[in-house]
């Protein structure tokens, strides 16, 4: 194609989006800011000038999309709009926060300034720098929140264009939405965003998985389409008879989120009875009246259906964290099949689809008290963020604890109500309410009756804690405790007593030292370190300090009398080998140079010999040929393969993402992997029998383990077999379920014992 012609095309796109960017804008309830949008655009069509992204297209349609997303689907204005436009500015050009500030004002360069901090994704290459970079993202939500909801905006529209990317990148940016942002997402109330951030990732992360899903939900579509036909009728002709303004959809659940509660629950597509739910959404004729409706709309229902007695959620009187709000009831439709109703205002809906946005928005004018609860949230991250931070991966683990927690309502002795994470304890109630009482916390009083600090608190529990001032915080508290802010308070805590125990324990090593005329220097206090076996100076220092073993005879001995082996270590001590010159190097967290020759070639090929010399298969998900999985270098230069959703290279994704590798199996039938089968089904005599005429006379597979355990008639085992590849497993699978009073028949990482807790 003619160039001329090709920048005319591109001009006349890059225009066109823009004006749809205007369209979305003008068509919201914001004030009309053109001008300064518009200005924006121009400036930051100008610095990316002939600038393209990888998949070939002009730059300046990436900040564009993002506006949009900012505008049309978040709900923010013309500021946030502008800093969206401008948003990769500092970052890929010459121009500077101060020349933003200078053309559009310091609100705008702020958040630009916000998101150029943590630009290039949350995270580095090495660990530390990725937690100081997380630290970076969360301080901003302390200053404007916006920044946030900006790079969420971001991170939703580099998603939608992954597939341009190359395979390992994919799966870290996939790792890395899964693990931060989509929590983070939902934490902000961004309900839509989350479950599509959820739903690219686990499409990226396990294809076969997602497409397979996709398929089922068009192939039952029309059957879905009949139930909801057949059960809202009934229910608009009650409504309109009230005169009740309102409209009725149906809500599909997502791929990912069908995938996640049939691992969770080790059933099939065809078991999962909650696909389809019927969302409510009214227009109340006075504000006021509002959660009146919601009631008003649900006992109209109960005329009509029967409601199930433990599936009521009432998240109109009690919000959500992230202003959720919204009545859940699940009623038994005329078909046999229970279907979850929401009921909820057009307010309720905006706050449940945009977040605080949305919030902002209908709260104009009026007091914002109901915004506490986020308040609360960005003041427990700030005190995490205000101490010293520990390893990298547990300081993403401490604040994402809490990001997709399901909340509990428990109540104090005053009959006060407090919103916690499901899983909390007693000390993390105690923590909640103060540092010093969950620091001196013995027990609690829970429905009056006396608990260990360990115990598990349940929605509706009145919770009275106990104290002593002769309590302190234990190391073993941190396994007792499940929210962040718990947590890091009790780091803090003993971090602060081990900083004191070394200054403790150093004062007495000087003394030591001076009293047997021995200078205070690294090597005397290395020495020490050698004798007692103390990996470093703070161990030794803090071990002396707590006073876990006295400086005695022993110690003046060894400095009066060299020991050759004494000084040899001490002299070899931190010694590193040098690395072969054609290898290319990797750096870890602790700064270490790990060493491995990488082909050139996008993927690292497994073959029957590689598996054999450098590579490892992953325990903890145990990958076998023809599963979807990636390459992790260790810090021993071998390359672990893993399931790409194992719960651990989800970590290794967001922490360490200079590492993976994509991979791909071929090892042919060569080698046998063992598998592990979870089956259920009803007991009856010979059920063993025809289970194991299937895997070893059937299909000629060899069983490794087998455990079988019955219980009032049910039957449920695990069985491992050695198979060559996902296709064995596969036909066994479907050979198992067609044996008649099989329940379920699935494939599950560990071999563990039925009914064992």
């Known amino acids: ?63 564009i999309t993002v506006a949009k997303i900012v505008c049309s689907e978040i709900g ?46 949350i995270f580095g290459d090495q660990a530390s720098a990725q937690a100081e970079n997380f630290k970076k993202l969360l301080l901003t939500m302390n200053d404007d929140i916006r920044v946030i909801l900006i790079k969420i905006a971001d991170r939703l529209h580099n998603m939608r264009t992954l597939g341009s990317m190359l395979p390992n990148k994919q799966y870290k940016i996939a790792g890395e939405t899964l693990y931060i942002y989509a929590p983070l997402a939902n934490r902000l109330g961004l309900n839509r965003i989350k479950n599509e951030l959820e739903d690219l990732s686990f499409k990226y992360e396990r294809p076969n998985e997602y497409a397979q899903i996709e398929e089922k939900l068009k192939m039952t579509q029309s059957e879905r389409d009949n139930l909801f036909n057949e059960f809202t009728h009934p229910i608009k002709e009650q409504l309109d008879k009230q005169g009740i303004n309102y409209r009725i959809l149906a809500r599909v659940k997502t791929p990912y989120s069908i995938w996640s509660k049939m691992q969770a629950k080790q059933i099939s597509f065809d078991d999962i009875f909650d696909i389809l739910a019927v969302r409510i959404i009214f227009t109340p004729n006075d504000n006021d009246d509002e ?109 994402k604890m809490n990001l997709f927690a399901s909340e509990i309502l428990v109540f104090t002795p005053k009959g006060e109500f407090k919103s916690m994470p499901q899983g909390s304890t007693v000390l993390d109630f105690a923590f909640s309410i103060h540092t010093f009482l969950g620091s001196h916390c013995i027990g609690a009083k829970v429905n009056h009756k006396l608990v260990p600090i360990s115990y598990k608190l349940r929605s509706g529990d009145q919770v009275e804690i106990l104290k002593s001032n002769t309590q302190h915080v234990q190391p073993t508290w941190i396994n007792f405790v499940t929210t962040a802010k718990a947590k890091s308070k009790i780091q803090a ?104 020759k990488i082909n050139n070639k996008q993927t690292f090929k497994i073959t029957p010999e590689s598996i054999e010399k450098d590579c490892i298969i992953a325990s903890c998900c145990k990958p076998i040929p023809g599963d979807e999985v990636l390459g992790v270098i260790d810090s021993n230069n071998h390359i672990v393969i893993h399931k790409r959703h194992c719960s651990v290279a989800d970590k290794l994704k967001t922490s360490f993402g200079n590492r993976l590798v994509a991979a791909d199996w071929e090892t042919g039938k060569s080698l046998f992997f063992p598998v592990n089968i979870h089956i259920t089904g009803i007991d009856e005599m010979g059920v063993l029998n025809k289970i194991t005429g299937i895997i070893s006379q059937q299909l000629n597979v060899n069983i490794h383990k087998l455990y079988i355990d019955t219980e009032d008639g049910i039957f449920e085992g695990r069985i491992q077999i050695l198979v060559r590849d996902v296709t064995d497993v596969k036909t066994l699978i479907d050979n198992l379920r067609h044996l008649e009073n099989i329940q379920n028949v699935s494939r599950v990482d560990l071999f563990e014992k039925p009914f064992s807790n």
């Open 76 to 121: 923010l204005g013309s500021t946030s709009i502008c800093a969206a436009l401008l948003h990769d500015v500092v970052e890929d050009t010459e121009y500077t926060v101060e020349d933003i500030e200078n053309l559009f004002g310091p609100k705008i360069a702020q958040i630009v300034d916000g998101l150029t901090k943590i630009s290039g994704g």
């Open 1 to 63: 194609m003619d160039e001329n012609k090709l920048q005319q095309e591109e001009e006349e796109l890059i225009n066109s989006e823009f004006q749809s960017l205007l369209s979305a804008y003008l068509s919201s309830k914001h004030r009309r800011k053109i001008e300064i949008i518009t200005k924006a655009f121009t400036f930051a069509k100008q610095a990316h000038r002939g600038v393209r992204r990888r998949s070939g297209e002009p730059y300046i349609l990436h900040p």
């Open 493 to 596: 805590i003993l971090r602060r007593e081990d900083r004191l125990n070394q200054q403790k324990g150093e004062e007495i090593v000087i003394q030591f030292l001076k009293d047997i005329n021995v200078p205070y220097l690294p090597e005397n206090v290395k020495k020490l370190c050698l004798l007692h076996d103390m990996s470093n100076p703070e161990a030794l220092f803090s071990a002396i300090g707590k006073e876990l073993f006295p400086l005695n005879e022993n110690d003046k001995n060894a400095f009066r009398t060299k020991s050759r082996n004494a000084w040899k270590r001490i002299a070899t001590f931190g010694l590193v080998k040098k690395s072969d010159n054609n290898s290319k190097t990797v750096v870890d967290d602790s700064g270490t140079n790990a060493t491995r």
């Open 291 to 399: 959660v009146q409706d919601c009631y008003d709309i649900y006992v109209n229902l109960l005329k009509l259906y029967t409601p199930h007695p433990d599936r009521l959620r009432d998240w109109v009187t009690h919000p959500k964290s992230n202003g959720y709000q919204s009545l859940h009831v699940t009623l038994m439709s005329n078909r046999g099949q229970w279907v979850e109703v929401q009921i909820r205002s057009e307010r309720m809906n905006a706050i449940a689809e945009q977040g605080f946005a949305a919030h902002w928005k209908y709260k104009e004018g009026e007091g914002h008290e109901d915004e506490s609860e986020l308040e609360k949230w960005l003041r427990t991250i700030k005190d995490i963020l205000d101490d010293p931070q520990p390893d990298a991966i547990d300081f993403l683990d401490t604040i």
